[in-house]
């Protein structure tokens, strides 16, 4: 279960939507093999080994996409909506086994459904939270031995909180995951570092990103990288200076899987993001 430590580029990381065979060709163009497959990319008929070619490849969240747009949410207070997020799981849980990927990543639950456009009603009780979160273990707990049994492990990545959304989202705060993590214990599963994400919600909630990288590192199994102001989720590329280059020049966070998920105006501009990176 030695998770693959190339850096990959995701799906998400050039312009719009472009169907998925055309998105890798230019990939393998610009010598990047290591993809994530995620957002930006559509898909006609079944997506399988055999059309993807070689790897290596990463899946993230909802991906392979459903013919029926809906937004996943494994802690839904719908119970179909749940089910259809752990339907979309298993199937994605099923790919990676058949691409040997040693883990998928699915983005952590909400308090409140969003619409397609990812707006977030208010909580319409104060325990909503405490509700989400346990319908969201419930979710992971019934995915963790298909996962097992795969031999993929599952990471739960960390939302991004802007002001406005406080109160919608689960698993933000290093004191979230520290809960989450006394509630369920497995080798299969752990966290998906978006430090986008991170940057945002520690100066939403007050914390401090590197105590949250420090204190869960024995279950952190992969980044996102790119950047922001800290005032929302701006995925701009990594520089020389920015705090995340001090993470990803720590020892024992180099053997994990970094994943490029900035966005660039071009190909080029994202082989200078993995020329960079290669010298961290």
């Known amino acids: 279960?030695?998770?693959?430590?190339?850096?990959?580029?995701?799906?998400?990381?050039?312009?719009?939507?472009?169907?998925?065979?055309?998105?890798?060709?230019?990939?393998?163009?610009?010598?990047?093999?290591?993809?994530?497959?995620?957002?930006?990319?559509?898909?006609?008929?079944?997506?399988?080994?055999?059309?993807?070619g070689p790897g290596p490849y990463l899946l993230h969240n909802y991906f392979p996409p459903p013919p029926e747009p809906f937004v996943l949410n494994l802690a839904s207070v719908d119970a179909r909506i749940r089910e259809r997020s752990m339907a979309l799981v298993r199937r994605a849980l099923s790919l990676s086994a058949a691409l040997g990927a040693p883990l998928y990543s699915v983005h952590a639950g909400f308090v409140t459904d969003p619409t397609l456009a990812f707006i977030f009603p208010k909580p319409d009780r104060p325990d909503a939270g405490q509700e989400a979160l346990r319908r969201f273990v419930?979710?992971?707990?019934?995915?963790?031995?298909?996962?097992?049994?795969?031999?993929?492990?599952?990471?739960?990545?960390?939302n991004v909180c802007e002001r406005h959304n406080m109160g919608t989202l689960l698993l933000q705060t290093t004191d979230e995951f520290q809960e989450f993590f006394g509630m369920i214990a497995s080798p299969?599963?752990?966290?998906?570092?978006?430090?986008?994400?991170?940057?945002?919600?520690?100066?939403?909630?007050?914390?401090?990103?590197?105590?949250?990288?420090?204190?869960?590192?024995?279950?952190?199994?992969?980044?996102?990288?790119?950047?922001?102001?800290?005032?929302?989720?701006?995925?701009?590329?990594?520089?020389?200076?920015?705090?995340?280059?001090?993470?990803?020049?720590?020892?024992?966070?180099?053997?994990?899987?970094?994943?490029?998920?900035?966005?660039?105006?071009?190909?080029?501009?994202?082989?200078?993001?993995?020329?960079?990176?290669?010298?961290?």
């Open 138 to 158: 419930e979710s992971i707990r019934g995915l963790l031995p298909f996962a097992e049994r795969a031999g993929v492990r599952l990471l739960v990545e960390n």
């Open 188 to 280: 299969f599963l752990g966290i998906l570092v978006d430090t986008g994400h991170l940057n945002v919600s520690a100066a939403t909630y007050g914390f401090n990103r590197m105590e949250f990288i420090a204190v869960l590192a024995p279950y952190i199994g992969a980044f996102h990288l790119h950047d922001n102001d800290g005032s929302a989720d701006q995925h701009r590329p990594v520089e020389e200076g920015s705090w995340i280059t001090g993470v990803l020049r720590t020892p024992a966070l180099q053997s994990l899987p970094w994943i490029m998920e900035a966005k660039f105006p071009n190909g080029e501009a994202l082989l200078a993001q993995r020329r960079f990176l290669e010298t961290l």
């Open 1 to 52: 279960m030695k998770p693959h430590s190339s850096i990959y580029a995701s799906t998400a990381c050039l312009g719009g939507a472009q169907p998925l065979t055309d998105r890798l060709r230019l990939y393998r163009e610009l010598g990047m093999e290591a993809v994530e497959l995620g957002d930006k990319v559509t898909i006609e008929g079944a997506c399988t080994s055999q059309l993807l």
